[in-house]
């Protein structure tokens, strides 16, 4: 049996076999694109990306290479036959989604699971139905109970579906069993999730991230397909004539997969770190010059793209669709009084966001656990915001940055009647409502990270020697100069200047006498 896993230049030996591994077990990796990938399975809704122009947004340039990749119909992924699978690739999926709640949950359970279309949709499969089922803890075997499960095998084959998705993080255990009953393919939430950000990662760091995760997803999932998976060979992989080296137990093929994965985690997992000294350093520039930061956060789809545009004609791609951002964009913007500080874009949160992801993107994050200000995006017209922010914020807090100045801005405001603002400022009181679209909110929420920010406090006059112009640099980009004077020593200059600044500022520092 030949392999039509596709390898770049760049992917061979052990990395091209995880490839396959990923292939096979249903999983792309962020690396290894086969066919395409945005979705033409997406509902209205998420089509309907009209209202994003140049004149808001800055310049798209990503949105035609996005809208440029589509899926095809067809190519069943029916597991009654081996090397269907073995072959399978990217395509627009049937899928029926599945779930569970306990007594008195029910909306809670339906907003997941609408959530969970959306997220299904994004990945590119066509959704046919929903399947909800009430219980007080999930079946140990089939997740659904058994005669639910074969129910949900009758609704799978009527609808000609091919696959089914969980609302929840299924045990291998629980997907194979309740592959066994309904016959077709059965996916958790958290493997959507990473379909999603393996066909979004864009950057270098972004895709080693998202392979990372998953790797670590796939790796207790392992399976096998008849004996694909047991075949056993000697230290010399020969065949029974081969003599001394090619007898003994050997590794079976499920055996081998695993060492393979376990490799490719250790070099991408340096290869993350590696990106670390150049993402310290860009952070050190900024707080050598005592430039505040502002990190954008919250729920994926709130409009956090469209805001940063909104503000600084950034030019990040925007999309009615989930996790549209994954890779952090900072951009400049300066106070009405001229401090300057960054704008940071960072990649959205979704309940139940697999811990994988969150630890393959601890380093994105760190953009928002060094922030100055979180401004908190939350989507006004969403039907749970309440949700949403628990979300973000419970994030927030894994990250250690709880103790930062916060900001919540409920976007999307032109889409809120009167009676819904009224309960969304009883959640938060003192929100900004904002809208990217029409501009409502844009003015009061700069001025209140104009306000939280920290500011150039303490005057200090110096002298500095000419051939140290950095210094005067310096100060005009962290601080305040209020004068300045050209004397034959050097420049003599009063300004405000951060606390934290003070320090490397004193061998400057004029000592007037009293």
Not at 76 to 102: A, C, K
Not at 347 to 370: C, I, K, M, Y
Not at 406 to 423: A, G, H
């Amino acid at each position: 049996m030949t392999d039509d896993t596709p390898t770049t230049p760049e992917t061979t030996g052990d990395d091209a076999a995880v490839a396959r591994v990923l292939a096979r077990e249903g999983t792309r990796s962020a690396g290894y694109t086969i066919f395409g990938a945005s979705g033409a399975g997406r509902a209205d809704a998420l089509q309907n990306d009209s209202h994003y122009d140049d004149f808001r947004d800055g310049d798209q340039f990503d949105r035609e290479d996005r809208a440029a990749l589509r899926r095809v119909q067809g190519l069943s992924t029916e597991l009654e036959d081996v090397t269907e699978v073995e072959y399978r690739q990217l395509r627009l999926e049937n899928v029926v989604l599945i779930g569970t709640y306990p007594s008195g949950t029910l909306t809670d359970a339906d907003n997941s699971l609408r959530e969970l279309a959306s997220l299904a949709e994004t990945a590119g499969a066509r959704v046919l139905d929903g399947l909800l089922q009430q219980r007080p803890h999930p079946d140990p075997s089939t997740y659904l109970g058994r005669g639910k499960a074969e129910e949900l095998r009758g609704i799978v084959a009527s609808l000609g579906a091919d696959t089914v998705i969980a609302d929840t993080e299924l045990a291998p255990s629980q997907r194979r069993a309740l592959e066994d009953v309904v016959k077709v393919k059965v996916i958790d939430r958290t493997a959507v999730i990473l379909d999603i950000f393996s066909q979004h990662a864009k950057s270098r760091e972004g895709k080693a991230q998202v392979e990372l995760a998953q790797l670590e997803y796939l790796l207790p999932r392992l399976r096998g397909w008849g004996e694909s998976m047991s075949r056993q060979a000697g230290g010399q992989v020969g065949g029974a004539g081969a003599g001394m080296g090619s007898r003994g137990p050997g590794e079976t093929k499920i055996e081998l997969d695993r060492r393979r994965i376990h490799t490719r985690m250790a070099k991408l997992r340096k290869q993350i770190k590696g990106f670390l000294p150049a993402r310290e350093a860009k952070r050190a520039n900024r707080t050598r010059f005592s430039v505040p930061s502002v990190a954008i956060a919250g729920y994926t789809n709130a409009g956090k793209s469209s805001l940063l545009n909104r503000v600084t004609k950034a030019g990040v791609l925007v999309e009615n669709a989930l996790f549209a951002t994954l890779d952090a964009t900072t951009r400049k913007y300066e106070t009405p009084d001229g401090r300057a500080y960054t704008f940071t874009d960072t990649v959205g949160f979704v309940r139940n966001l697999p811990h994988q992801l969150v630890e393959a993107f601890r380093s994105t994050l760190e953009e928002v656990g060094d922030a100055d200000v979180i401004v908190h995006v939350v989507d006004g017209s969403h039907p749970d915001p309440a949700s949403q922010l628990a979300t973000v914020r419970d994030v927030i807090g894994e990250i250690d940055a709880r103790s930062i100045p916060e900001i919540v801005v409920f976007n999307k405001s032109d889409l809120v009647d009167d009676d819904q603002r009224l309960v969304l400022r009883g959640l938060e009181p003192t929100a900004v409502f904002a809208s990217a679209r029409t501009g409502e909110g844009i003015d009061e929420l700069l001025a209140r990270i104009a306000e939280l920010i920290p500011a150039p406090e303490v005057e200090m006059t110096l002298l500095v020697p000419y051939h140290r112009g950095e210094i005067i640099s310096r100060l005009h980009v962290g601080g305040r100069v209020l004068a300045t004077e050209y004397v034959e020593e050097g420049t003599r200059v009063t300004a405000l200047v951060h606390p934290h600044s003070v320090e490397s500022m004193r061998e400057f520092e004029v000592v007037t006498a009293r």
